[in-house]
C-alpha cells in the first residue's frame, strides 16, 4: 500500500531523517494560521497518488501574501486527472544540490538493492546514466561502510546517516519502495524534501494496518473470498478455477477481439457459496454484460458449482463451461433455470462475444 508523502515524511522523521516543518490542510484558509511557524517562503504540494507532481503542475511556491491565493489556485486544480483534497505545505527549503536515494528488492538476487543518484529532482527519470547501485544483504542491521562509499562516490559524506536510516525504514517497515526524491542538501544540513513509501501489502497487518486504501472495494471483496481477482477494462466477465484456464480464457476472449472485464480464479474446490459470491461480484461491475464461467470440476463438483451460479441470480447473462465430476447433473440443473451450458471453451467464449452488448 502506498503512503502519501504526509504519512511517510513523520515515519521518516521518527528514524531520524531531517524533514521540513509541515501541515496538512483541507481547505485554503487553513493555511493562514500556520505561516508563522514557516518563516516569509512556504512550498504547497498536492497529496495525490501520482509521480511527477512537480511537472504536473502540484508543487507550488508561496509567500505569506499569497499563500491563501495560492492554496485556493491548487485545490482547484487536478494533478494527472486526481482532484487535489490535501495539501502539504511546507516551509520553503535553501536548496544547495537535489540527490536522488531509494531502496527497493532487487528480484534477481532477492536483496534490498540500493539506488544514488548525484543529480535528483523532476528530471531523475530522463537522467538515469549517473545512478549508483549496491546490493545489501537483508541480514544486515547497517549499510556497511564500503557500500555506502561506492554508492556515495564524490556526494557528501553527510548524506550518508540518512541514507542508513532510510534503509532502517525499509527494513522496519517490510517496504517495497523507500524513496527520497530529492534529498538536499541546504546551508541548515540534509533533508528529505519528498518522501514514498510503499508498504507489502502481504505485512499490512504485521504494521497495524487495517485497510488497504489501494484496493477498491470489489478488490477488498475479493480478497475476504480469498479469490485472485484483478479489474480490467473490457466488458466481459470471466470467472475460472486455477490461474492458467482462467488466463487462457482472457486469451481466447483477446482472440475474437474482445475485451475481459477481470480476472477471476475462484480457486480449488469452489463450493456453492463461493461460486455464488464470484458470480455476484463479476456482475456488480456495472460495465460487465456478459459473464464467462469456465471450470474444470476435479475436487470442484459442477452440479455444486451450478446451484452457486443459479443461486447469485444476477442480470447479465452468464455463459457456462464445465468439465468433470458430475457435469451431468451440473448441465441438467443449469438448463432447467435456462442457463447456457456449453461444451468447449471456444463455443463458449463465442457465445459470449455475441450475448454482450
Ligand atoms: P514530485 O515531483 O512529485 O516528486 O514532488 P517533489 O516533492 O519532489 O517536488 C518537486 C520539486 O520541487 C523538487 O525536485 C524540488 O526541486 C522542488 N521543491 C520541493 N520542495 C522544495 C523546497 O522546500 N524548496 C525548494 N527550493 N524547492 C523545493
Ligand atoms: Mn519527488
Redesign the pocket.
Known amino acids: 500500500m502506498k503512503m502519501l508523502?504526509y504519512e511517510a515524511k513523520p515515519i521518516f522523521s521518527t528514524y531520524g531523517i531531517p524533514v521540513?516543518k509541515g501541515v496538512l490542510i483541507r481547505a485554503p484558509e487553513e493555511v493562514t494560521a500556520h505561516l508563522p511557524e514557516f518563516g516569509d517562503s512556504v512550498?504547497m504540494?498536492a497529496q495525490v497518488d501520482v509521480?511527477?507532481?512537480?511537472?504536473a503542475g502540484?508543487?507550488l511556491f508561496a509567500d505569506a501574501t499569497s499563500a491563501v491565493r495560492t492554496a485556493r489556485e491548487l485545490f482547484s486544480r487536478e494533478i494527472k486527472g486526481i482532484p487535489v483534497k490535501e495539501i502539504l505545505v511546507?516551509e520553503?527549503?535553501?536548496?544547495e544540490h537535489?540527490y536522488y536515494v531509494s531502496i527497493a528488492i532487487d528480484r534477481s538476487s532477492k536483496q534490498p538493492v540500493i539506488l544514488f543518484a548525484d543529480a535528483g529532482?523532476?528530471e531523475i527519470e530522463s537522467d538515469v546514466t549517473a545512478v549508483r547501485k549496491v546490493v545489501v544483504s537483508p541480514l544486515l542491521r547497517d549499510i556497511p561502510p564500503f557500500l555506502m562509499r561506492e554508492l556515495l562516490g564524490g556526494a557528501p559524506k553527510e548524506l550518508a546517516p540518512v541514507i542508513n536510516s532510510l534503509y532502517h525504514v525499509f527494513q522496519e517497515k517490510d517496504a517495497m519502495l523507500a524513496e527520497i526524491?530529492?534529498l538536499v542538501t541546504t546551508p541548515r544540513g540534509v533533508y528529505a524534501?519528498?518522501a514514498k513509501l510503499i508498504v507489502d501489502d502481504n505485512a499490512l497487518a504485521r504494521q497495524g494496518i487495517e485497510v488497504n486504501r489501494d484496493l477498491s472495494e470489489r478488490e477488498r471483496e475479493a480478497e475476504r473470498h480469498g479469490f485472485s481477482y484483478v479489474e480490467l477494462d473490457g466488458t466481459i466477465g470471466v470467472i475460472g478455477n486455477g490461474a492458467g484456464l482462467t488466463m487462457s480464457t482472457l486469451d481466447l476472449i483477446e482472440y475474437y477481439q474482445g475485451r475481459a472485464a477481470n480476472f477471476l480464479d475462484v480457486g480449488g474446490g469452489a463450493d456453492q457459496e463461493r461460486v455464488k459470491h464470484a458470480v455476484r461480484l463479476v456482475a456488480s461491475m456495472p460495465k460487465v454484460s456478459v459473464i464467462v464461467v469456465n471450470l474444470l470440476g476435479g475436487i470442484t463438483r459442477c452440479d455444486e458449482v451450478a446451484k452457486g451460479i443459479i443461486a447469485a441470480g444476477v442480470t447479465p447473462p452468464v455463459i457456462v463451461r464445465m468439465a468433470g465430476t458430475n457435469e451431468e447433473e451440473g448441465r441438467r440443473l443449469l438448463s432447467e433455470c435456462g442457463y447456457r451450458m456449453l461444451e468447449s471453451m471456444d463455443a463458449a467464449v463465442k457465445a459470449a462475444m455475441e450475448a454482450r452488448s
Open positions: 508523502e521540513p512550498v504540494k509521480g511527477g507532481r512537480g511537472k502540484g508543487v511546507e520553503r527549503l535553501p536548496i537535489e529532482g523532476v526524491n530529492p524534501a519528498d
